[in-house]
């Protein structure tokens, strides 16, 4: 069964950093694209970041571009996102996705709630 | 970057009724890369169509997507309960993926 379980968000004041991990089972995380994608409380939902499976091809929303860094350790079966300069227009439930360009995402984790706030 | 809006953004229907979403592309969408997904209040989104018209895996028969080129629609051919929800298009044939702005299907 394909599993994707992120973890790391939490209330952080403006400007802080946080680091958001997904980790992946049942298909092989190496091979395929996997991405980031927010949503804030009652908006629609936001690519922020993607990595290809071997990790040498990332991009970015231009909203994050700079300040975030994603990232994959295809051992660990575990995508990652370092999220630096947080503003409080990041806050929202931040979910990882099985996918990318020519495969939809057809999986997605339960979503993890980053809080930027003072 | 291709821009999809949907419409309309609300849809306030009965169960047993059609539901007809759009889903209109800034430019073509080639390989028939996209997709519809659907979310209900307090979980993850889910896929629903996948390549236009395909269903992913457990949806049932009712839903059912068509279009090409630059217009897309989403039908629920008779809405059950547990369909009133939020549905987004979505575009993979290129970087950036991108997302519709969604349509919110309620109950009338």
């Known amino acids: 069964e394909v599993q994707l379980l992120e973890s790391g968000g939490a209330l952080v004041q403006p400007g802080g950093s946080l680091r958001l991990s997904c980790a992946a089972s049942?298909?092989?995380?190496?091979?395929?694209?996997m991405y980031w994608v927010r949503q804030a409380p009652g908006k629609g939902l936001e690519r922020v970041s993607g990595?290809?499976?071997?990790?040498?091809?990332?991009n970015y929303a231009d909203s994050v571009q700079g300040r975030f860094t994603i990232s994959r350790d295809n051992f660990k079966n575990t995508l990652y996102l370092q999220m630096n300069s947080l503003r409080v227009e990041d806050t929202a439930m931040y979910y990882c996705?099985?996918?990318?360009?020519?495969?939809?995402?057809?999986?997605w984790g339960q979503g993890t709630l980053v809080t930027v706030s003072s | 970057e291709i821009v999809l809006t949907q419409s309309p953004g609300t849809l306030s229907l009965s169960a047993g009724e059609r539901a007809t979403l759009s889903c209109r592309a800034s430019?073509?969408?080639?390989?028939?890369?996209l997709a519809w997904y659907h979310q209900k209040p307090g979980q993850a989104p889910r896929l629903l169509i996948y390549?236009?018209?395909r269903r992913a895996t457990g949806i049932p028969d009712r839903f059912s997507g068509s279009g090409s080129g630059t217009d897309f629609t989403l039908t629920i051919s008779r809405l059950e309960p547990e369909d009133f929800a939020v549905y987004y298009c979505?575009?993979?044939?290129?970087?950036?993926?991108?997302f519709g702005g969604g349509t919110k299907v309620e109950i009338k």
């Open positions: 390549g236009v018209s």
């Open positions: 996705a099985k996918g990318g360009v020519e495969v939809p995402f057809d999986q």
């Open positions: 979505q575009q993979y044939c290129n970087a950036p993926l991108t």
């Open positions: 049942g298909f092989t995380f190496s091979s395929i694209s």
């Open positions: 990595i290809t499976g071997n990790g040498v091809d990332t």
């Open positions: 430019q073509t969408i080639t390989g028939n890369y």
